[in-house]
C-alpha cells in the first residue's frame, strides 16, 4: 500500500472517531450553531475546544439559519412548523415564531434587516415578508421546488433557485416580479455572490458544478465542473457554497462525494479537495475565516477544516440529520 493511500485511510478513520489530524495548530474562537432536522433542535459548538457546549430546542425540521442584522437574535427555518423561530442570542432561548407560509427551507434578508424573502418548496413561491409585523407583503410565483434565496448588495434584487426548472429567477424587490428567468445546471441549489457583486454562482446538484453568472446581463461567465478521484459523477451533487470577505476563495460542499473543495475565484480552478464525513451538505467560515465548518448530513456531524492548510482537523457529533451552520461570535 503506498503512502498516500495510507494517509488517506488513517484519515478517514479519524474523522469517523472525531480525532483532530492536527493537535498542535492553533484553533478557532468563536461559537457556532448547528441546526438538526431531525432533533427539532440547535447544537452549540465551541470553536476553541471543538466540543458541543449545549442544545437549544426549535420548532420542528429546522433548516436554514440566519442572524438578524442588529446581531441580537437567530432566525432558524422550521419546515414543519411552517414559521421561522426567533432565538434570543443572550439567553439561547426562543422568543418568539415568524410566520413563514409552507415548508419553508432557505431565505435572507434586505440589507436593512426589515423585509425577509424565504422560498417556499411546496407552493412554488417566494414570500415577501414584513421582518417586523411578521405581516405577508407579496407571494411571488416562481419555479417548481424554489430551493436558495440570495438578496444583491443593493437590495434591488432577489434570486430564487428552482430545482425542477433548474433556472434561477431574478426577482426586482421594488416591484416583486420577476424581470428574467436563467437557465443554469441541472437542480440548483445555493447562491454565493462576488465581493463586488459583479457574479453571482450557483450550485448545480445534479450537474456536478458550478455555473457563474454576470450579474449585469446573466450571461454565463464560467462552469465550474467538479470531479473527485473515485467517485462516480452522479455522487458529486454541489450544493452549500461560500466565499471568502474579499471573494478571493470559495468553499463548495460536495455532497455525497464526501469532500469539500477549495476554488480560486479569479482563475475558477479547483485547488484543493478536502475529504470530510459522509454527504457534506453546507459550509460556513468562521469569524477569522481561518476555519470552515462543513455541515455532514448522512454522518450526523460537522467536520472543522484548517483553511490555510486544507486539512481536516476533527469531526465532531451535533446531532440527527445537521443542516447548516452559522457563527455568531
Known sequence: MNPSTIRLLLSATALAAGLSLAPTLALAQGVAYVSSEKDDALAIVDLKT???????????????????????????????????????????????????????????????????????????ALSIIDLASGKLLKSVEVGKEPEGVKVSHDGKTVWVTSEAASLVHVIDTTTAKVVKNVKVGK???????????????????????????????????????????????????????????????????LGRANHVAFVDVASRKVTDLVLVGRRAWNVALDKAEGRLLVVNGLSDDITVVDVAAAKALKSIPVGRVPYMALVVE
Open 187 to 253: 437542480r440548483p441549489r445555493r447562491m454565493a455572490l462576488t465581493a463586488d457583486g459583479s457574479q453571482l454562482w450557483v450550485t448545480n446538484e445534479l450537474g456536478a458544478s458550478v455555473t457563474v453568472l454576470s450579474t449585469k446581463d446573466y450571461s454565463t461567465v464560467a462552469t465550474i465542473n467538479f470531479e473527485v478521484k473515485g467517485a462516480r459523477a452522479t455522487e458529486i451533487t454541489p450544493v452549500g457554497i461560500t466565499m471568502t470577505r474579499d471573494g478571493k476563495r470559495a468553499f463548495v460542499a
Open 50 to 124: 471543538l466540543t458541543v457546549t449545549g442544545s437549544v430546542p426549535t420548532c420542528k425540521r429546522p433548516r436554514h439559519l440566519q442572524r438578524t442584522p442588529d446581531g441580537k437574535q437567530l432566525l432558524v427555518a422550521c419546515g414543519e412548523s411552517h414559521a421561522a423561530d426567533i432565538i434570543d442570542l443572550a439567553t439561547r432561548k426562543s422568543v418568539g415564531r415568524l410566520p413563514l407560509g409552507d415548508d419553508p427551507e432557505a431565505f435572507d434578508l434586505s440589507p436593512d434587516g426589515k423585509t425577509l424573502y424565504t422560498s417556499n418548496e411546496d407552493e412554488g
